[in-house]
């Protein structure tokens, strides 16, 4: 469904960008104008081979999205694979400061990457334990409303805040299932008075905290229905205090209102190719007559597993990574949509 109208909002699907500078995108951030940043991970499966050696891609690509489908610009790659400083090998997420500098978490490294705008490495920290200010496996990134960093320790279940130097300021969570216990948690992010949510992965919820971490209310629960979830890996709030949730193994993304209720879910609507990858089509001609010869290619439209999302407030769109099809898919919300009269 291209335009979702539900209790007085809309969602509506603009378009998908995807392709070559995109491979297995995992977390998004949105800067300033049009300015849109991918984590991207990839590797090949081999056989009693590690994962940190098989690695294709891992970078963060900086993007020109605007409004009209075919007008994105890939301006920038950020990094590179590799275990030296400045190198990523697992990344997977992305936060932004006021001056748009670019703090990456690195689950393999256990550490923090810090990037200028430009891409200019300037200095990593953090180290693998149990210990205040070290990780084990960080993930997901975010910041708070005094300029601190708020990290998703995923194997440590718990979330670490910490000065854009690395510098342990608190903690809150503890392995378990009751409210404000976290088991694996993945993505994180902030609204502007201050709460804190949380994507608790084998939980299958998301969690909602105050500043200081103290339990607020979850939304969803383990399943396949309306408002359940299957290991959520990312949440975003926007200015209307909706939450959306990337319902991981469920192949969609689920929006509930402030308190909770759920509203709607998402599954993608990509129904034309993105620009990039109708090039890579198009200077393939079996491809091409392959694709023509196919009844449907509503699988296609549909996400598969998305694993980190995006609000952009400047914009009013969700921009949602779409993992496994190498894309972006983007829905506007709307304030103004008016349903038509067809009884005129």
Not at 19 to 47: T, W
Not at 105 to 113: P, V
Request: glycine content about 10%.
């Amino acid at each position: 469904m291209l335009t979702t109208v539900v209790s007085g909002r809309t969602f509506d699907y603009s378009h998908a960008v995807g392709g070559l500078y995109m491979p297995m995108p995992v977390a998004v951030a949105c800067g300033a104008a049009d300015r849109v940043y991918v984590v991207s991970r990839q590797y090949e499966q081999i056989l009693d081979v590690p994962w940190n050696e098989t690695a294709t891609f891992a970078q963060v690509n900086v993007f020109n999205i605007t409004t009209t489908a075919g007008e994105e610009e890939h301006v920038d790659k950020i990094s590179r694979y590799g275990d030296a400083e400045g190198r990523l090998i697992w990344p997977a997420g992305v936060a932004l400061d006021a001056d748009e500098n670019l703090y990456v978490t690195d689950e393999w490294m256990n550490r923090i990457s810090v990037f200028r705008p430009d891409g200019e490495f300037v200095k990593c920290w953090g180290t693998a334990g149990d210990g205040d200010g070290e990780f084990n496996r960080p993930s997901g990134i975010a910041m708070d409303t005094d300029g601190n960093l708020l990290v998703a320790d995923s194997l440590n279940h718990r979330v670490q805040r910490l000065t854009v130097d690395g510098e342990f300021v608190s903690a809150f969570g503890a392995h378990g299932s009751g409210d404000g216990q976290l088991d694996s948690p993945w993505g994180i992010t902030t609204d502007s008075e201050g709460f804190v949510y949380v994507a608790d992965h084998k939980n299958h919820r998301a969690q909602k905290f105050t500043a200081d971490g103290r339990f607020v209310t979850s939304f969803g629960s383990y399943g396949e229905g309306k408002g359940q979830l299957n290991r959520p890996s990312d949440v975003a709030v926007d200015q209307d205090g909706d939450v959306y949730v990337c319902d991981w193994a469920n192949d969609r993304v689920q929006v509930f209102a402030p308190n909770g209720r759920y509203l709607t879910s998402l599954i993608g609507d990509a129904h034309d190719l993105a620009k990039w990858h109708r090039e890579q089509v198009e200077a393939n001609v079996d491809v091409k007559n392959a694709r023509r010869r196919v009844y449907t290619m509503e699988p296609e439209w549909r996400f598969a597993m998305p694993t980190g999302l995006a609000f952009d407030e400047s914009k009013s769109r969700l921009i949602v990574a779409d993992t496994q099809r190498g894309r972006v898919q983007i829905y506007n919300k709307l304030h103004d949509y008016l349903e038509p009269q067809f009884n005129l």
